[in-house]
């Protein structure tokens, strides 16, 4: 007997053939093109924005009264060295002295986080709503 030779067929590698590749890209891009020249402008709504007044020309920007906390627990109002026990009445005076009561909270470089949430404590028992946490660092007493 004699054999039958079998021929075996060599796989072919696999292309990727670049030119349709190319047209399918050329396609969607006019296709894009044509979609954007196709759009409609969009339409703005006029709307009357407010403006502002400006404060009479006398009157200068009232400051915020600064409240300032030190490393040692020590209270600066306005630049002026105070005891915490004094915080609650002079709160309190300028709150009644003041036709808008403003804060400014600040603390030197090492200030003690729990003294400084006294005196925010203090300006909240108070009933002072517009304040301020300063959250830059300036030295003691400035």
Not at 2 to 9: L, P
Request: no cysteine.
């Amino acid at each position: 007997m004699e054999g039958t030779k079998i021929k075996v067929a060599k796989l072919k590698k696999a292309r990727i053939e670049i030119i349709p590749l190319i047209d399918v890209i050329f396609f969607l891009l006019a296709t894009f093109v044509l979609f954007t020249l196709s759009l409609n402008r969009i339409q703005s709504v006029p709307v009357d924005l407010p403006t502002g007044v400006p404060p009479p020309s006398g009157a200068k920007p009232e400051e915020p009264t600064t409240i300032q906390v030190s490393e040692q627990g020590n209270i600066f109002w306005n630049r002026e060295l105070i005891d915490l026990q004094e915080l609650p009445a002079r709160i309190a005076h300028y709150k009644t002295m003041t036709e808008d009561p403003k804060i400014l909270i600040a603390g030197d470089e090492k200030a003690r986080f729990g003294a400084t949430v006294q005196v925010l404590d203090e300006v909240r028992k108070a009933g002072i709503e517009k304040f301020s946490v300063e959250t830059r660092t300036r030295p003691t007493g400035k």
